[in-house]
Nanobody, 127 residues
Framework: QVQLVESGGGVVQAGGSLRLSCALSGRTFSDYAMAWFRQAPGKDRELLAAVNWRHIMTDYADSVKGRFTISRDNAKNTVTLEMNSLKPEDTAVYHC????????????????????WGQGTQVTVSS
C-alpha cells in the first residue's frame, strides 16, 4: 500500500509564506509522479503543479505561477510546495497525490490519473 501524508498547513497573513511537505511511504515504483492539488470551498479541485521522478514538471497553474515552487527529493520520497506572497484566494485544502502509471515519461495534468491521495492540509490566508 502507498500512503501520502501532508504537513505544514496553517494560518498565515497575506503576503506571507508557507511550506507544505508530503511524505510518501509504502511500496513505490521508480517511475511515478507527485503532484499538489488544492480545493477551495465551492470550487473544483485545481492542479497546482506536478513533478515526476526524472524531475520533469508540468507548468504551474496560472493562479500560482511565480509564487509557488514544487520540488521533490527522490531519496526521501518527499515533495514540497513552497508558497510565497500568499493571498486570501489561496485559502484551500491542499492535497498531494501520486501517479504510478508504468512508462510515464511526463507527469499528468489529469486529476483522474492520480491513484493515491493524501488526507489534505488546510491553508488559511488572512487579509
Amino acid at each position: 500500500q502507498v500512503q501520502l501524508v501532508e504537513s505544514g498547513g496553517g494560518v498565515v497573513q497575506a503576503g506571507g509564506s508557507l511550506r507544505l511537505s508530503c511524505a510518501l511511504s509504502g511500496r513505490t515504483f521508480s517511475d511515478y509522479a507527485m503532484a499538489w492539488f488544492r480545493q477551495a470551498p465551492g470550487k473544483d479541485r485545481e492542479l497546482l503543479a506536478a513533478v515526476n521522478w526524472r524531475h520533469i514538471m508540468t507548468d504551474y497553474a496560472d493562479s500560482v505561477k511565480g509564487r509557488f515552487t514544487i520540488s521533490r527529493d527522490n531519496a526521501k520520497n518527499t515533495v514540497t510546495l513552497e508558497m510565497n506572497s500568499l493571498k486570501p484566494e489561496d485559502t484551500a485544502v491542499y492535497h498531494c497525490a501520486a501517479d504510478y502509471r508504468p512508462g510515464m515519461l511526463v507527469p499528468s495534468a489529469t486529476e483522474s490519473d492520480y491513484d493515491y491521495w493524501g488526507q489534505g492540509t488546510q491553508v488559511t490566508v488572512s487579509s
